[in-house]
C-alpha cells in the first residue's frame, strides 16, 4: 500500500537501441508539431499559416537574391558551431563565441583600418583572417587558462568575457576609430579589406566549408580529436591515460576562439565591412543549438544552420509582405528549435505511466 | 510497438485536421494605406490616373518609440493622405527594426526585389549599407534620412533629405527664454540662476547644432542665460536619459531640454519641479505641469515631394532640406497653463522673421566662440577625412547651416554651453 502510494504517476526510464527509423519518426513528429504550433500562432497574428510558411520558404529561397542572402546568414552559424563543437564535445562549456567573434573581427578591422593602403589585398585579407583568428584563440585562451590552473567556472567566465569585448567595439566606435564625429560609426573597409564575391556572396562560405571537412577529419580522425573525446567521457579516465587534461583544454579552446575569431573576420570583412559592437548578432549563442542540433556532427551542422538561415530570411520576407511582426517569426522558430531538442528527451528517455490496476487495488 | 504506432497515428490525425483548419485562419495583411485612406478622402476616386508607387521604408525602431521612428510614420500617413488627394496611390511597404549593419543592406535588397520603385532609409548609419545596394538597381530611388553621401557620390538614384530642426530649436529656446526671464522679473530665481540644462545623445553635429539654436533663441529673450549638456551616449536609453536630467536638475538647471527618443526628461523635470521643453513628439501628456512646447521634424512635404516625383516619373532633389517654409519643421502645442504671458504672440513674431529670412538662427553678432566672433567655418568635407574642409559657411553675417548639404555641420562650442561631458565625442 505504502509502496504504491509513493510510485509517481509518470516514470522516467532510460532507454537504449530504440530503432533508426523510430528516432526518425519521433524527430520528424516533433518538426510537424512545432509547424502546427507555428501556424496557431500565426493564426492568432491574424495571418493565413499555409501562405506564411509558403512565403518564409519562397522569401528564403525563391529567388537569386534571396538565397544570396540566406547563405550570408548562414555562414557565421555554421563557422561558429564548427568552432564550438570541439569545446562542447570535452564537456567544456564555452559560451563566449559571441565574444571570441568580436575579438576576432577587432584584430581584424584594425588591419583593414590601417594597413590597407600598405598592403596589397590578398596579403592583407591574409594578414586578416590570420590576426582574427590568434586574437579569437586569444580571448578564449585565457577562460582556458583559468579552468586549467585554478578550475574556474567556464561558463561564467566565458560569459563575462564577451560583456568585455563588445565594450571594447563600443569604446572603439565612439572613440580613436569612430569615423564622422560623434556618428559612433566606423568608416567603411576600402574595398582591398573586403572579401571578394564568389557567385554573388562574399567567399567567407567557401571558407566554413573547408573547416566543415577540417573539423570532420580532426574530431574522428586524429590524436586530438581522440584526446577530446576521451576527456569529455571522463576526465579521470584521460588522466589515468596520461593525458594532460590541461594542455588539452587550452589547446582545444585556442583552436575553437580561432575559428570562432576567423568567422568574426568574415563577418566583418565580407558582411558588414565595418565593425560595431553588434557584429557577433547573437550567432554565438544561436550557433550553440545548431551544434546540438548537429550532435556535433560537422556535416549535419551545414544543414541545421541553413534551416535556421532560411527561416531567419523567411522571417523578414514574412514582415515585407504580410505585415507579421518578425518577432512572430522569432516565436516560431524558438518553438521549433525547442521541440527539436525535445525530442532528443524522446529519444533517450521513455516515459512509464503507473499502472491503472494499482489505482484499482488501492480503491479495493 | 503497438503503442508507439498509435501515438503515431493518432498525431497524424491531429495534424491532417489542422491541415484542413488551416485554410480558413484569416487574410493576408498588406501595409496597404490608400486602400483605407480613400473612403476617408472623397475626392481620390475623382482623379483620372489612379497612379500607385510602391515605396519601402526601412526604420531603426518601430512606431511604439513615441520619438524618432514614430514621427517617421507620421510622415508617412500625412503624406499618403495628402497624395491620395492628387490621386497618387502610395503602397507602403515598412521594415521594422532594421541595425546599422549588413541587416540593412539585405532590408533594401528585399525591398527592392519586392519591386519598391522608391526606399527610404530612416537612420543615419543606414546609407553606407543602403549605398551598397543602389548600383545595382538604378530604376529604384534610394533615400537616406539625415545622412550625406549624396550630392558626392556618382550615383543618380540615391538621395538625402533633412529639415532646418535649428528653426524648431530655436523657436523652443524662445519659450524657455522667455519662462527664464519671466522667473527672474517674478524674482523666482535670480538672473545668475537661470540655466538650462540639455539632456544630448552624441556630440554629434546634428546635437550640437540642435542645442546651440536652442540656447541662442532662449538668450534672444532671457540674456543672463546660461546652459550644462549631460551627453548619455545613446540615442534612445530612457533610465539614462532620465538620470541625466535628474543629474542636471540637481546642478541648478532649472530648464531642462533634449536631443534623445524618450519621453523621460519631461517626467523627470516634472517630478524635480522644473521646466523642459521637448523633441519628436508633443510631451504634454505626460508631463503637464513641465513640458512649455515640443519641436518635430514634419517628413510629410518631403515624402509627398519624393513619391510624387517617382509617380510622374520625374527626377527629385539628391539633397533636400527645408525647414518652416515648407512646414517640414512644426511646432507641437504650446502650454499656454505655464508658459510665460505673450508667449504665442513672441513665437509667432519670431516664426514669421525666420520664415521671411529676417532672423537667421546662427547670426554671428549674437554668439562667441572664446571670446572671439566666428569669421569663418567649413561646411563640407570633400576628402573623407571627416573634417570640413571645403565651402565657406559663414557669410552675410550668419553661419548657414544645412546650406550646402542637408545633414547638420554646425559642430562648434559657443561661449556660454558649458559640456559637463565629452567622452561620447
Known amino acids: ?364 | 510497438m503497438k503503442k508507439f504506432l498509435a501515438i503515431l497515428l493518432s498525431l497524424a490525425m491531429v495534424l491532417s485536421l489542422a491541415a484542413c483548419g488551416g485554410g480558413g485562419g484569416g487574410q493576408p495583411v498588406q501595409d496597404n494605406k490608400p486602400a483605407e485612406n480613400q473612403p476617408a478622402a472623397p475626392d481620390a476616386p475623382a482623379a483620372p490616373e489612379g497612379k500607385t508607387v510602391k515605396v519601402g521604408l526601412i526604420c531603426i525602431g518601430d512606431e511604439n518609440d513615441q520619438g524618432y521612428t514614430y514621427n517617421f510614420i507620421r510622415g508617412k500617413e500625412a503624406a499618403t493622405e495628402a497624395l491620395a488627394a492628387k490621386g497618387i496611390n502610395v503602397e507602403w511597404v515598412t521594415k521594422w527594426n532594421i541595425g546599422e549593419d549588413s541587416g540593412c543592406e539585405d532590408a533594401n535588397i528585399e525591398l527592392a526585389d519586392e519591386g519598391c520603385d522608391l526606399i527610404i532609409n530612416n537612420s543615419f548609419g543606414f546609407e553606407p549599407f543602403m549605398l551598397k545596394v543602389a548600383p545595382d538597381y538604378p530604376e529604384i530611388e534610394f533615400i537616406a534620412c539625415t545622412n550625406q553621401a549624396s550630392w558626392g557620390d556618382s550615383l543618380d538614384n540615391t538621395h538625402n533629405a533633412f529639415a532646418n530642426i535649428y528653426e524648431g530649436r530655436y523657436l523652443a529656446g524662445v519659450v524657455a527664454g522667455m519662462k527664464l526671464q519671466q522667473m527672474i522679473d517674478e524674482g523666482t530665481i535670480t538672473a545668475d540662476k537661470a540655466v538650462i540644462g540639455y539632456v544630448g545623445a552624441f556630440s554629434f553635429a546634428e546635437v550640437i547644432s540642435g542645442f546651440t539654436s536652442y540656447f541662442l533663441g532662449a538668450r534672444s529673450v532671457c540674456p543672463s542665460v546660461t546652459m550644462k549638456v549631460q551627453f548619455v551616449g545613446s540615442w534612445s536609453d530612457a533610465t539614462e536619459e532620465a538620470n541625466a536630467a535628474s543629474a542636471l536638475a540637481d546642478m541648478g538647471c532649472v530648464m531642462i531640454s533634449q536631443h534623445s527618443d524618450n519621453t523621460t526628461p519631461a517626467t523627470t523635470a516634472q517630478s524635480k519641479g522644473v521646466f523642459h521643453t521637448g523633441y519628436n513628439n508633443d510631451m504634454i501628456s505626460v508631463a503637464p505641469e513641465a513640458s512649455l512646447i515640443g519641436t518635430r521634424i514634419n517628413w510629410a512635404p518631403y515624402f509627398e515631394y519624393a513619391i510624387e516625383s517617382v509617380a510622374n516619373g520625374e527626377s527629385f532633389d539628391q539633397d533636400w532640406c527645408h525647414g518652416m517654409d515648407m512646414d517640414a519643421v512644426v511646432m507641437t502645442d504650446l502650454n499656454e497653463d505655464i508658459a510665460a504671458p505673450g508667449t504665442a504672440e513672441k513665437l509667432a513674431e519670431v516664426e514669421a522673421d525666420i520664415r521671411s529670412g529676417k532672423l537667421q538662427v546662427f547670426d554671428t553678432s549674437t554668439f562667441t566662440i572664446e571670446g572671439k566672433k566666428l569669421e569663418t567655418a567649413f561646411a563640407l568635407d570633400t576628402d573623407g577625412d571627416f573634417a570640413p574642409d571645403s565651402e565657406e559657411a559663414v557669410f552675410d553675417g550668419a553661419f548657414h547651416e544645412s546650406y550646402f548639404q542637408s545633414a547638420p555641420y554646425f559642430a562648434l562650442t559657443i561661449d556660454g554651453i558649458e559640456w559637463l561631458n565629452a567622452e561620447f565625442g
Open chain 1, 1 to 364: 500500500m505504502n509502496h504504491e502510494k509513493r510510485t509517481p504517476l509518470i516514470r522516467l526510464a532510460k532507454r537504449e537501441g530504440l530503432e533508426g527509423w523510430k528516432v526518425w519518426c519521433i524527430r520528424c513528429g516533433s518538426i510537424l508539431l512545432a509547424l502546427l504550433l507555428g501556424a496557431l500562432v500565426m493564426g492568432l497574428t491574424g495571418a493565413n499559416p499555409v501562405t506564411a510558411y509558403g512565403t518564409m520558404i519562397s522569401g528564403a529561397l525563391g529567388k537569386k537574391s534571396a538565397i544570396r542572402q540566406t547563405v550570408k546568414i548562414a555562414v557565421p552559424l555554421l563557422g561558429c558551431a564548427l568552432a564550438i563543437a570541439p569545446c562542447f564535445k570535452m564537456r567544456f562549456w564555452n559560451i563566449g563565441a559571441e565574444g571570441q567573434i568580436t575579438a576576432g573581427a577587432v584584430a581584424a578591422s584594425y588591419f583593414a583600418l590601417f594597413w590597407a593602403d600598405r598592403l596589397p589585398s590578398p596579403v592583407l585579407l591574409i594578414v586578416m583572417g590570420i590576426a582574427g583568428a590568434v586574437a579569437g584563440g586569444v580571448w578564449a585562451l585565457i577562460p582556458a587558462f583559468f579552468k586549467a590552473k585554478w578550475n574556474t567556472n567556464e561558463t561564467l567566465f566565458t560569459l563575462m568575457m564577451n560583456y568585455i569585448i563588445i565594450g571594447v567595439v563600443r569604446w572603439l566606435q565612439g572613440g580613436p576609430w569612430e569615423g564622422r564625429k560623434g556618428s559612433q560609426i566606423i568608416p567603411q573597409f576600402d574595398s582591398a579589406a573586403c572579401l571578394p564575391r564568389v557567385l554573388g556572396v562574399h567567399c567567407g562560405w567557401i571558407i566554413v566549408l573547408v573547416l566543415v571537412v577540417f573539423m570532420h577529419v580532426y574530431m574522428n580522425h586524429t590524436k586530438h580529436g581522440y584526446e577530446i573525446a576521451v576527456i569529455g567521457d571522463s576526465v579521470n579516465t584521460a588522466r589515468y591515460a596520461g593525458m594532460n587534461v590541461g594542455r588539452v583544454m587550452m589547446r582545444t579552446m585556442f583552436l575553437s576562439g580561432a575559428i570562432s575569431g576567423v568567422v568574426g573576420f568574415i563577418v566583418a570583412s565580407g558582411a558588414n565591412n565595418t565593425l560595431y559592437d553588434g557584429v557577433a548578432g547573437g550567432v554565438g549563442f544561436t550557433s550553440i543549438t545548431v551544434a546540438w542540433l548537429s550532435q556535433l556532427n560537422a556535416f549535419a551542422m551545414v544543414g541545421i544552420s541553413a534551416m535556421l538561415a532560411v527561416l531567419s530570411k523567411g522571417a523578414e520576407t514574412l514582415q515585407t509582405r504580410m505585415a507579421v511582426p518578425t518577432s512572430i517569426s522569432d516565436i516560431i522558430t524558438g518553438i521549433l528549435l525547442f521541440c527539436m531538442l525535445g525530442c532528443e528527451f524522446f529519444i533517450n528517455y521513455r516515459l512509464i505511466f503507473r499502472k491503472n490496476s494499482h489505482k484499482e487495488a488501492a480503491k479495493s
